[in-house]
């Protein structure tokens, strides 16, 4: 997913916290009169605004009567979840063709070079120099410009979890790695956690899209639809004052990732483009660990065993790709 340096490939993760947009309506009893006005919380924030757009709730989803996209995907089984995922890329696509050169003036945007579809729990196949075997992941490989999803496992999961919007929110935070690399917002030499809180940016920047009206592909409501997309965020998340920023897999906590991707959506990419070290180290809840615990990930979410397995190979298999790891098996499902 980035420009990132070979050594800091590591297993990428793309979650953090589920937020709630909530509109309150103040009913006031047992007065002589009604105050009027509009309600707001402590600090003046709206309670019936997100950055601009009306809070409320409707579907989120695929729109109804929404086109196939013919984009090619090698190795599809031409499934539903690999529908779901080509239609994701195609709208995430249109929006950076669009976006792109008013954000990044001078440069335009080239959609990646490969789409792959694979099943980790099938016969493995090479994809950036590694085996997929057992390998329940979503992935930007730089080197070769693709982007990769596993159809059997990871998709599903996802799209249980927390439902089909989860799965364009990874395909867009991936995509963002892709558009890191394009725009130059990042260099090999930036730490990790840099390299995926502009990937959350750019991920928010492309939601603002969606829930404006203006994919022809999904709708996203901004309630109830934005707090599922942040509870894909929440669900893979760095522990505060447990994890070291500077480690070669941190992504941020749930209210860095949270944040960041809050950034691109009131903000737009070029807020983004803004993010480096030192605005990441300002306002992120986690903390440089001494020496003596080295730079060791310790623990994040409860992940099941099969995914830290499986992570733990990526991890140390996959040097030059930045992946999404799989959420643990959900105690409920949502259809």
Known sequence: MVPVSTRNRRRQRILGPAVSV??????????????????????GYSTTEVAGLPASNGPSGPK???PESSLPVEGTDNGAMDKLARNAVADIDTYWSETFPKAFPGKRF????????????????????????????AFYCRPEDFIAWDRSTLL?????????????????????????HRAGTATSNDQVIVLEQQADCFTGAYFRHVAEGSSKYFQVST??????????LNFIRDSPGDSDFR???????????VTAFQFGFSEGPQRCAKMDFSDVQKRTTLFQRSSRRGNRSRSRTPISRWTRRASTQWSRA??????????????????
């Open 223 to 232: 309630g109830e639809g934005l707090n599922q997309v942040m509870g894909v």
């Open 64 to 66: 109804d009567g929404a």
């Open 247 to 257: 480690d070669g897999s941190a992504h941020g906590s749930a209210f860095d990732r």
């Open 22 to 43: 909530l509109a309150c309506i103040a009913l006031v009893g047992g007065c002589s009169q009604v105050v009027s006005g509009t309600p707001t919380t402590l600090g």
């Open 318 to 335: 996959c040097t030059r790709c930045s992946a999404t790891p799989a959420p643990s098996r959900p105690r409920s499902s949502r259809s």
């Open 110 to 137: 080239a959609p990646v070079k490969r789409l792959v579809s694979y099943d980790s729990g099938g016969p493995g196949i090479q994809l950036c120099g590694e085996n997929t075997t057992g390998v329940v992941n």
């Open 156 to 180: 599903p999961e996802l799209n249980n979890s927390f439902g089909p919007m989860a799965v364009v929110t990874v395909l867009a935070h991936e995509m963002g790695h892709a558009v890191q």
